[in-house]
């Protein structure tokens, strides 16, 4: 375990449906972030929260909604997605900005849309 | 141009060489950087993190910047079998909370 804690590890959702996406990190890290991975490209930064206020939307589609209710807890509301949004969806902290040791990743939730 | 770029690979060596992995980056602000690994299926989890020009060492890993040329390798020693996994270079800025990856180099260490 690496102190932040993704659930679900797995969801198949249709293009009508609304989920949430939740992680949750026990390191006291000021700071959190998700991340998207889709095959064969690069770690794509969505969103950026630190002490639970949002620094960084990273020009992401409205029918992903952040929502971080504390320093500790991170949601990805998910609504109307397209079958392009199948990817694996990471959340990560930091102390700070990472300068000097970076970001801990979460398990990631794996997300296809059907 | 891609903000970080890495050969893609796969990258194959065999067992008890020393593997060589590569990334070059755009910005010439970025000041922080890091090596990140990846087993299939698995979240990135960091091995390695460079500030300063020169080179940094961690048991078999061994960490290269050159800001010159904006460029930052990882050296692996005594490949293992265990190493085979994609390797994510990442480059920041210390006043940003931004962490821009490359798309990875996959290593296979043939036993």
């Known amino acids: 375990e690496t102190g932040v804690t993704q659930t679900p590890r797995h969801l198949v959702m249709g293009m009508t449906n609304k989920k949430s996406l939740k992680c949750e990190q026990h390191?006291?890290?000021?700071?959190m972030y998700w991340y998207k991975q889709s095959a064969k490209k690069p770690l794509e930064l969505m969103f950026v929260?630190?002490?639970?206020?949002?620094?960084e939307n990273n020009s992401v589609p409205s029918r992903f909604s952040p929502e971080c209710p504390n320093s500790s807890h991170l949601f990805l509301h998910l609504h109307t997605l397209q079958p392009e949004d199948s990817a694996l969806y990471l959340c990560?902290?930091?102390?700070?900005?990472?300068?000097?040791?970076?970001?801990?990743f979460g398990s990631g939730t794996r997300l296809t849309v059907v | 141009q891609k903000e970080v770029e890495q050969n893609s690979g796969p990258l194959s060596v065999p067992e008890g060489a020393i593997a060589s992995l590569n990334c070059t980056y755009s910005d010439r602000g970025s000041q922080s950087f890091f090596w990140y690994r990846q087993y299939s299926g698995k979240s990135p989890e960091l091995i390695m993190s460079i500030y300063s020009n020169g080179d940094k060492e961690d048991g078999r890993f061994t960490a290269q910047l050159n800001k010159a040329s904006q460029y930052v390798s990882l050296l692996i020693r005594d490949s293992q079998p265990s190493d085979s996994a994609t390797y994510l270079c990442?480059?920041?800025?210390?006043?940003?909370?931004?962490?821009?990856f490359g798309s990875g180099t996959r290593l296979l260490v043939r036993p």
């Open positions: 390191l006291g890290h000021n700071a």
């Open positions: 990442a480059v920041k800025r210390d006043s940003s909370y931004k962490l821009i």
């Open positions: 929260y630190n002490f639970k206020e949002q620094t």
């Open positions: 990560a902290s930091s102390q700070g900005q990472g300068g000097h040791y970076g970001y801990t």
